[in-house]
């Protein structure tokens, strides 16, 4: 992943240093159920956590004549330790370690997501609240529906962000397990008894089954949820993309004193942060099928995993965050046009009115067909020859017969639409209050 595209926690999270860290972890924890187990002396134990140390560097050095990372880690372990070291790593395999701290890792980089996602999810409560009555015109195929308001779109927003956070949570229970079962998962070594305890002091749970490593489906499954969260990400990305078009211009990202918008057109203003989040999306979103690839692997496990997942993990979750954070200075920050919003509704000469007219003749007694062909004839008329509906409606006979002016006038009035909104309302941020 490219330095610019991290954060700092992040990507500290998945440096080198931090994953000898919670290998070491792991390690821990098992001499400490040793310990617990009576298998060797607590000063014995003790002494080890006193004594041990470890250097980066040092273990990438020894990793290059032994070709193994883990014994390398173990190797640079034992040397410190001296004849400390006989209960080091006893009975265990690599992935032992290695899948155990992973999840440790995984866990704690959802927990950083999960963070960020309830950023986002605060910007859009606010703006939901704050433009609760922001009148816009919604559009469906890219076309003039019916005025909606900006806070019902927020509000919507924020009914997704809630779903994610649900799915990154079960994600997140899904991998907080480990396996201390040894080569091929059968305790042969080591028994189920240190590995409850062990894992215990990591807040994990012991998989129910395990080969020799954990099954990849929980990883697949987390993959999956942040390609899910990506899909979020760029659904409210490219709104804000669509409506800072210039004939649009409802919505604008902000724009330093100092910032320039091409090397060619001083006038340009362009939403780079937006464009970029859409893009990134899909790079997120690819990283899902690299888990479901991994998922088979030979027998009680092979290789063929853990190449990618050293490019696949680190990657996607410093991408995904980086996208949280930048989703939020982006709706932090948006500039929101209301007047603009407003003016945009009226563009089509009032054709967006249609469906409450047509409602109102069959309220008035009309048949449906009869009040969508009318309405219909009226509505062509203002798209082919350019006149005014509002006013082709009330210069109609037939419709003045059926429909007071009153009524008719009322039938053009944006804040009509807003009638039932409160329910809409009610019904998502009054489960923040339960």
């Known amino acids: 992943m490219h330095q610019k595209y991290t954060t700092e926690e992040m990507n500290k999270l998945w440096s080198e240093a931090e994953k000898l860290n919670c290998w070491w972890q ?8 040793f310990a617990t187990e009576g298998e060797i002396s607590t000063e014995q134990f003790e002494n080890i956590v006193e004594r041990v140390s470890w250097a ?3 273990v990438k050095e020894k990793e290059k004549d032994l070709k193994h990372d883990l014994l390398a880690f173990l190797e640079v372990l034992q040397k410190g330790l001296g004849e400390l070291s006989a209960p080091l790593h006893r009975g265990l395999t690599s992935s032992d370690v290695k899948d155990t701290a992973l999840s440790l890792r995984l866990r704690e980089a959802l927990d950083l997501i999960l963070k960020a996602v309830a950023e986002v999810k605060t910007v859009l409560t606010r703006l939901a609240r704050k433009h609760r009555e922001t009148v816009m015109i919604g559009r469906t195929h890219g076309v003039h529906a019916e005025p909606t308001t900006f806070g019902l779109r927020c509000l919507n927003w924020l009914t997704e962000w809630r779903r994610q956070t649900e799915r990154l949570q079960t994600a997140r229970e899904t991998i907080s397990v480990g396996k201390i079962s040894g080569a091929v998962g059968t305790y042969a070594q080591v028994s189920p008894e240190i590995e409850a305890i062990a894992l215990g002091e990591l807040n994990l749970n012991p998989a129910p089954a395990s080969t020799q490593i954990l099954q990849r489906d929980r990883h697949a499954h987390l993959l999956s949820c942040l390609a899910n969260l990506a899909g979020s990400v760029e659904r409210m990305a490219l709104e804000v993309r669509n409506l800072q078009r210039t004939e649009i211009l409802e919505l604008e990202e902000s724009f330093g004193s100092k910032q320039k918008g091409s090397s060619a057109m001083p006038h340009k203003r362009n939403p780079i942060v937006a464009e970029r989040l859409c893009g990134q999306a899909r790079c997120l979103r690819s990283y899902a099928a690299n888990g479901f690839e991994t998922q088979a692997l030979w027998h009680e496990r092979d290789l063929t995993n853990s190449s990618v997942e050293r490019i696949t993990f680190p990657d996607a979750f410093n991408l995904a965050h980086y996208m949280m954070k930048n989703l939020h200075r982006l709706f932090e920050n948006l500039k929101i046009n ?3 919003m407003r003016e ?10 249609s469906q409450r007219v047509m409602v109102a003749l069959t309220r008035a007694g009309w048949d449906r067909k009869r009040a969508y062909e009318k309405v219909q004839r009226f509505a062509s008329r203002t798209w082919d020859e350019g006149e005014d509906f509002r006013e082709l409606v009330k210069s109609d006979s037939d419709i003045q017969a059926a429909l007071s002016p009153a009524d008719l006038e009322g039938c053009f009035c944006p804040e009509v639409f807003l009638e039932n909104i409160d329910e809409i309302y009610s019904r998502v941020l009054e489960a923040d209050c339960e």
């Open 344 to 353: 945009n509704i009226f563009q089509t000469r009032g054709l967006v009115f």
């Open 56 to 58: 980066v560097d040092d």
């Open 26 to 33: 792991v390690e821990e924890a098992v001499l400490k159920a």
């Open 338 to 340: 209301e007047e603009r």
